[in-house]
């Protein structure tokens, strides 16, 4: 797949393909006739997805890796600039941790900035020259509304979404005209693995404010035809991301102090 070939169909890599918006993207593109590169950490997985795909009538090509590792990403990197029917990218790998900043292990923190900010640098650097020399394609960085946040327990996850938001929106400007679209997706809480990862009890959190993860995908893929650089699924989540955006400092503030303070209170019951 990653050579010249007589296949004409779009190739499509996706970024944490093995569970949740990642293995939802692969399928909806392979249905919408695109072949796909699968990039995960789990290969047993993606073999799963691959051969799932296949019945579809798209390839799949499996692509184990951890991003958050140098040589990792340089070998993804490498495949997509030697892909010359790339025609997206997905950026979705990404996890979230529940931890106060100054209480957590440097390592967990260091791993989310590299996958959430250096992981979809390196691998849209590598893509965009093939697509703007073609002069079509397009890069969807998944976001959150989480980028227009800051908080206790969220302190890296909310600025590296923010940065992706901002990369996405630069992008944007200086790829335009040339035939490439990006797309920075913000979903709000979805029905994926993302938060039983994250140890997270999803009733605390209203049914209303739960999307499904097809429904996450179709929108992201309707916004990226109509050229909407920022995609936010749903009326309530636009709504909100409007007043996160309104909201004076102070009161962000007072916001992830009331957070902060809950922390305490969960950590002191499991005490």
């Excluded at 019945?55 to 600039?81: N, Y």
Aim: some cysteine; overall charge positive.
């Amino acid at each position: 797949m990653t050579e010249s070939s007589n296949n004409q169909r779009p190739v499509a890599l996706v970024t944490g393909a093995s569970a949740g918006l990642g293995s939802v993207f692969a399928r909806t593109l392979a249905k919408q006739g695109y072949d796909l590169i699968l990039v995960a950490r789990r290969a047993e997985r993606l073999e799963a997805l691959a051969a799932e795909l296949a019945e579809l009538g798209a390839a799949g090509e499996v692509c184990p890796a951890d991003l958050t590792k140098d040589a990792d990403l340089a070998r993804v990197e490498e495949k997509i600039r030697n892909c010359d029917r790339l025609t997206m990218l997905v950026n979705n790998a990404g996890f979230g941790l529940d931890k106060l900043f100054h209480e957590s292990d440097l390592a967990g923190q260091s791993a989310m900035a590299r996958l959430h900010v250096l992981a979809p640098t390196h691998l849209t650097h590598a893509a965009l020259p093939g697509m703007v020399s073609r002069g079509s394609g397009a890069v969807i960085n998944v976001s959150s509304v989480a980028a227009w946040l800051q908080g206790a327990g969220g302190v890296m996850y909310c600025a590296t979404k923010a940065f992706l938001n901002s990369f996405t929106l630069s992008l944007a400007v200086e790829l335009d005209g040339l035939g490439v679209r990006v797309q920075a997706l913000c979903p709000g809480f979805t029905y994926t693995e993302f938060h039983d990862v994250l140890g997270m009890d999803r009733k605390l959190v209203p049914k209303f404010w739960w999307l499904d993860a097809q429904y996450v995908v179709d929108q992201s893929l309707r916004d990226l035809k109509r050229g909407k650089v920022i995609s936010i699924p749903s009326a309530r989540y636009k709504l909100l991301a409007g007043v996160f955006r309104a909201m004076p400092q102070w009161l962000m503030n007072r916001m992830g102090k009331k957070r902060h303070e809950e922390l305490q209170r969960q950590r002191e019951k499991k005490a």
